[in-house]
């Protein structure tokens, strides 16, 4: 087990900038997710810390050392492909314990250790098997099998749940918890699901265009994000944005948009340089009940979507149209008038030229 | 689907035209499960008059006397004769054990020098993709020509290639390179084998596109070496590939005679007799079609056997 420290790496091709100066420190048995859109830069950032890619500038340091020139297999990191990567002609067993093989472990020895990671893992029954006769999953176990059979330093995981159906998805994602709960290895795990970064990560840096958006711990991902792309990428539904007049009212400071005014009571930000200007709240659609309370929308029902565990109401509040997450009861019928009161406290305020969080 | 439920699914005929409308009845025969059969019948003709015709003529020609120079007796069912005087005809088991090395060393050549160049052209350097054009030349030859153009640059008087290597001094004089017994065989081996390399540089280019390249990533992290990766990945990925080349080069070099025709027509002595050559003189050289016949039905089953024997042993079918 070891920390990584990734200090100052760039990467371009040609004129074009994949990667713009990524700062990272990830502490030992610490699980970071890399997250961002497709293009954002986060596999390449990955390949990089493989070894696979070359950095155009900056460090890549795995404990304390600086691996810049050290060829991946040198790195004792393990890698989990998007394609899980097995070898097609070899089976199970050999594909895991392959890197024992290459670093010519003792055939008794590297057997026994194919066969703890195969317990871990659940899949002694497949070591027989060619890659080809097994399942999706199955694959993605024996990928899983052949990164911890080696206990490296650093695992790392490229969009490695992608390929497997929603289901499957969830089991696996609690699998690789579990492993990381159980093994404590430093993991860089790279994805563009939201839902996997926040319920995996210690530490989770969102990008976009190569460029870190916001690195912290999910919570402050999702309670408190740095800037609007941040706030509108994590969450589903997404977070509603609401553009108004910020005032002061008669019990404090208010929003005024265009079907009203919203009283900001609790708010935690210091917002008094956007006094009398124009800002954007950001409210989670959870943060929105039904009913009136200390501080409140009133808007149109447009669309409301029954999801089962939630009905999801999108309201047009002045023109804006806002997503309530509200109980499995509540039904109003499009165009019933809709009071929805609001979590003030949970509001985040941006500022619309920058995007940025006040 | 049954034709009697076809036909109760179509209206009753109104008229008498109606019952005898060609049209009509070819829209009810359409309808019968005959109708694929008929579909077929047109390529099943074809393929019947220009592939099993002259294969099975091929064979009964085998057993039948067809001298063309001697009329008497010619078509006559003659059994086993020609298979027996090839059991003990010296010149059939010297052209067998010489098409073995002919079609064993060509294809060895052809296969390393086709896969380096492969790899080579794969690694997308610069200039690659002109190189690429540039090793496929030779096959774009025919054998007619690349066999006398590297008949004339090894030319014991005014070959290119004996000036050569005189001028750098690897030879004291200029040497008849098809004239000597102990060169003659290897030398024809180096002109198939430069002609035919780049038919496995284009099928190993193209296998190995279809090769992940996750797969090297993976091999590289868990440390394996170039020649490892070569070995446990490329090469077994590449199995299917190599397979169908190495099978249609092995039946191209049994078969055609065209090239040694060139070169050596089998000579000197018969250091360069192969059994396809053996074949072709014993039909237009000595008109003797019959016993043509019987070399061509061994060639014939060599080559079936050796086909199942290599699909088999190269796992082919397997994964």
């Known amino acids: 087990m070891a920390t990584l420290s990734i200090k100052g790496v760039r990467k371009s091709f040609g004129a074009v900038e994949v990667l713009n100066n990524i700062d990272i420190e990830v502490e030992d048995g610490g699980f970071l997710v890399l997250l961002g859109p497709s293009g954002c830069g986060k596999s390449t950032l990955l390949a990089i810390i493989a070894g696979l890619e070359p950095s155009s500038g900056g460090d890549i340091l795995i404990g304390d050392k600086n691996v810049n020139d050290v060829h991946p297999k040198d790195r004792n990191i393990a890698m989990v492909f998007q394609s899980y990567a097995l070898y097609p002609t070899m089976p199970v067993r050999r594909n895991i314990g392959f890197g024992l093989e290459m670093r010519k472990v003792d055939a008794k020895e590297r057997e026994a250790a194919v066969q703890r990671a195969a317990e871990l893992l659940q899949i002694e029954h497949l070591l027989d098997r060619k890659p080809g006769q097994l399942s999706g999953g199955q694959r993605q176990r024996v990928a899983m099998g052949r990164a911890i059979v080696r206990n490296p330093d650093l695992f790392l995981f490229d969009e490695p749940l992608s390929n497997l159906d929603a289901k499957l998805r969830v089991e696996m994602r609690t699998e690789i918890k579990r492993l990381h709960d159980r093994l404590g290895t430093t993991t860089v795990y790279v994805t563009h699901d939201q839902v996997e970064a926040l319920t995996l990560g210690t530490k989770v840096a969102v990008m976009k265009g190569g460029v870190i958006q916001q690195l912290a711990d999910p919570e402050t991902i999702y309670d408190r994000p740095a800037n609007m792309f941040v706030a509108g990428f994590i969450g589903s539904p997404t977070m509603n944005f609401l553009t108004g007049m910020l005032e002061h009212g008669d019990g404090g400071l208010v929003l005024r948009h265009a079907a009203g005014s919203l009283a900001l009571v609790g708010l935690e930000q210091d917002v008094a340089a956007f006094v009398g200007r124009e800002v954007v709240a950001g409210i989670r659609p959870e943060t929105l009940n039904a009913g009136q309370g200390a501080a409140g929308l009133q808007g149109i029902v447009d669309v409301v979507e029954p999801t089962g565990p939630d009905t999801m109401v999108i309201v047009s509040v002045g023109g804006q149209l806002l997503t309530a997450r509200l109980g499995p009861k509540v039904r109003p019928k499009p165009g019933d008038t809709l009071n929805l009161s609001v979590d003030t406290a949970a509001i985040n305020l941006f500022d619309p030229v920058t995007g940025n969080r006040i | ?319």
């Open chain 2, 1 to 319: 689907m049954s034709r009697g439920r076809a036909m109760a699914a179509l209206p009753p005929p109104r008229s008498t035209w109606d019952a005898i409308n060609p049209l009509r009845l070819l829209g009810e025969l359409s309808e019968t499960r005959y109708w694929m059969y008929l579909l077929l019948l047109p390529s099943a003709l074809l393929i019947t008059a220009i592939v099993l015709f002259p294969t099975v003529y091929g064979f009964q020609l085998s057993f039948t006397e067809m001298r063309l120079n001697r009329p008497a007796g010619n078509g006559a069912f003659v059994g086993l004769k020609h298979y027996q005087r090839m059991l003990a005809d010296p010149i059939f088991w010297l052209s067998l054990r010489n098409t073995a090395v002919w079609v064993t060393f060509s294809i060895l050549i052809e296969f390393v020098v086709g896969l380096v160049a492969a790899l080579a052209l794969n690694r997308n350097l610069w200039g690659g993709k002109v190189l690429a054009v540039l090793i496929l030349v030779p096959y774009f030859l025919p054998n007619v020509v690349a066999g006398n153009m590297w008949a004339l640059m090894l030319d014991s008087r005014v070959g290119v290639i004996n000036d050569i290597l005189v001028n750098i001094g690897l030879l004291q004089e200029y040497k008849a390179w098809f004239a000597d017994p102990n060169t003659a065989m290897a030398t024809a081996i180096f002109v198939e084998a430069w002609h035919s390399f780049p038919f496995f540089t284009l099928l190993i280019m193209a296998g190995l596109k279809g090769i992940p390249t996750d797969l090297y990533k993976a091999a590289d992290i868990d440390g394996a070496g170039a020649f490892a990766q070569l070995r446990l990945i490329t090469l077994p990925m590449l199995r299917t590939i190599i397979a169908a080349a190495v099978i249609l080069r092995v039946i191209g070099l049994v078969n055609s005679p065209d090239l040694l025709l060139i070169l050596t027509q089998g000579g000197p002595g018969r250091s360069t007799q192969v059994l396809s050559l053996y074949a072709f003189q014993n039909a237009y050289s000595d008109f003797n079609f019959g016993y043509a016949g019987a070399l061509s039905v061994v060639m014939f089953v060599l080559l079936m056997l050796f086909a199942w024997a290599y699909i088999r042993l190269s796992k082919v079918n397997q994964d």
